[in-house]
């Protein structure tokens, strides 16, 4: 992935979905917050850890790269990531809001 395109936290986004099963959020405003955050951290950091969560980029945070370790439970559980970002199939988009955190302290 070229992290310095255009749109490119956005064509990662839709990559994920495509391969997991699961669909983008439309929500323009989140969406476009969300990836180009993506680009930005992949950029700086290397990897596209999630920009939802605090991350310096090392060994403790191999767990929140995007998708992180987390987000299929999620997405099982509530229909959507942590982020929002990425969506289940059925889920109403107007129905996103803020989810419990999984990941250990």
């Known amino acids: 992935m070229n992290w310095n395109e255009a749109d490119a936290g956005k064509k990662y986004a839709q990559q994920v979905a495509n391969r997991r099963g699961?669909?983008?959020n439309p929500d323009a405003d989140l969406t476009d917050h969300i990836s180009s955050s993506l680009a930005t951290i992949?950029?700086?950091?290397g990897k596209p850890y999630c920009p939802c969560r605090d991350v310096d980029g090392g060994a403790k945070d191999a767990d929140i790269v995007c998708p992180c370790?987390?987000?299929?439970?999620d997405i099982q559980q509530y229909g959507q990531c942590f982020c929002g970002l990425f969506l289940s199939l059925d889920k109403n988009p107007t129905e996103v809001t803020s989810i419990p955190e999984r990941r250990p302290e």
């Open 22 to 24: 699961w669909k983008v």
């Open 42 to 45: 992949a950029l700086r950091l």
């Open 69 to 73: 370790h987390y987000s299929e439970a």
